[in-house]
């Protein structure tokens, strides 16, 4: 029993030795395989390279991977004199058989070559630490920005480099090269002399912590938010709204964002371009006003001389909710022409509720602004309504009540069609009218001669 045992173990170790043995093989022969075609790929590449600066191939009939380099060696413009060459013997000196992706970042590597007086290694001692596949579908394009990043890491940076940065070479933006070379020698960003705007080393700090994603501009506003106490969730609502007018007053500027930063509720209520709106609307660009008597019209700023000083958000939200509901203030998402039809002779209603002490009012809606507000209040269709308005197929009425305070509300909608025949009540939603407001209704028809429809009877 124990010699059939070991004998039986002996074979299993035999058969998983050579099956060991036969992986190892074909693991052997995909690396000469790999090795093969990575190598025929570099040389049909160095021989496309020099077929694009001899003219002999037009850059938009190389392949996909030579196209954009082909577009900068047959650039005599960008090449002036014996540049070309130098450039050709730069192309040849960075790409090797594991590198060949990087020629799909032609710009990146026309402004490497521009820069090339600032390199702090040399293009030899560079070792890449990202390969390529040559058998994967996408021909190294999932590679190239890693390679890139390498090797711009190895030629410019001896010190940290902020990831949003090293997008900078694949664009035609000068002073954006000349501030990361700068940064990767370990100068500081407040130091620069082309900066838009002074930094402080707060600032500086939090240029250099913005989101990989960003971009250059992006950041640096960052860094001055970040400075002053805001944070990322309220710099991103921030950047979204029309800010670039407060920005232009510093002094205010400072006092808004330490404003927010003084209470975040309004980011987390995402509130902050509502506040930004209606800072801009009072202090700056004035607003769009609608009367039915001069139609639609720009109200200059009503309050040149606003401050956030001693305002808490509770009392700037009360201001901005106010605004907002204003029935006379266009929103910026109305931005038609305003059309007007000709009004229904019918005649408005009011309906005093002695018991309620309520004063219910039924009116005309005689334009195509009125008719939007009138759906964007109520969260139905009838913004859409125009066409059965200007044709004469309909005419809309809101009623409303107000009470005892003098608060106004809407109620219902009621569109009346053809024959003066009240057809359709919808409230909110649309949802049904509730039985004192069809009563009010049913007073109006009655003193106009009108018909209803026999839903509402």
């Known amino acids: 029993m124990n010699r059939r045992h070991c004998s039986k173990s002996h074979r299993k170790n035999r058969k998983s030795l050579k099956i060991e043995k036969k992986k190892r093989f074909h693991k052997k022969q995909n690396k000469k395989y790999l090795k093969k ?5 570099y040389a049909n590449t160095i021989n496309g390279l020099h077929q694009l600066y ?62 090339r007086k600032y390199w702090l290694n040399t293009l030899e001692s560079w070792q890449p630490v990202k390969h390529w596949n040559p058998t994967h579908k996408s021909g190294g394009f999932e590679v190239y920005e890693a390679m890139l990043k390498d090797l711009l890491q190895h030629l410019f940076v001896k010190y940290a480099m902020p990831e949003f940065m090293y997008p900078v070479w ?19 960003i407040k130091d620069v002399r082309s900066l838009p705007f002074k930094l402080n080393s707060k600032m500086a700090h939090y240029f250099t912590q913005a989101p990989r994603h960003y971009s250059v501009e992006k950041a640096l506003l960052y860094g001055q938010v970040g400075a002053l106490g805001g944070t990322e969730a309220f710099f991103e609502q921030w950047y979204a ?10 002094l205010f500027f400072r ?16 509130e902050v371009a509502q506040v930004i709106s209606f800072i801009n609307a009072h202090k700056y660009d004035g607003q769009k006003i609608y009367t039915r008597a001069k139609g639609i019209v720009h109200e200059p700023p009503v309050a040149p001389s606003f401050s956030l000083k001693g305002r808490t958000d509770q009392s700037i939200m009360r201001l901005v909710d106010e605004w907002l509901s204003s029935p006379r203030v266009l929103s910026s998402v109305f931005d038609d022409s305003l059309l007007t039809w000709t009004p229904d002779p019918t005649s408005d209603f009011e309906y005093w509720d002695a018991e309620k002490q309520v004063l219910y009012k039924i009116s ?28 004469g197929y309909s005419t809309i009425w809101t009623m409303t ?3 005892a305070q003098g ?33 009010v209704v049913k007073q109006w028809v009655n003193k106009e001669n009108l018909a209803l429809s026999i839903d509402y009877l």
């Open 255 to 270: 006092q808004v964002i330490q404003f927010f930063a003084r209470y975040p509720e309004l980011t987390n209520n995402r």
């Open 364 to 391: 005309q809606l005689i334009n195509n602004y009125e008719l939007w507000l009138e759906g964007k209040v109520m969260m139905h269709c009838v913004g859409t309504y125009t066409h059965k308005c200007m044709g």
């Open 170 to 188: 694949q664009a035609q933006h000068s002073t954006h090269l000349w501030w990361f070379v700068h940064l990767g020698k370990g100068g500081s």
């Open 407 to 439: 608060k106004e509300e809407k109620c219902v909608t009621i569109e009346m069609g053809k024959k003066w025949r009240v057809c359709e009540i919808k409230g909110k939603r649309n949802r049904e009218p509730k039985p004192q407001e069809v009563e």
């Open 54 to 115: 001899h003219q002999e191939v037009k850059a938009e009939n190389a392949s996909l991977l030579l196209q954009g380099i082909g577009d900068v060696l047959q650039n005599n413009q960008q090449l002036e004199g014996g540049k070309r060459i130098k450039f050709l013997n730069f192309l040849k000196q960075v790409l090797r058989p594991e590198t060949l992706p990087l020629l799909y970042a032609p710009t990146a590597l026309y402004n490497t070559f521009r820069f």
């Open 241 to 250: 709204a029309h800010w670039k007018r407060i920005y232009k007053d510093p």
């Open 37 to 41: 075609l990575v190598w025929s790929a």
């Open 401 to 403: 009540k107000v009470n």
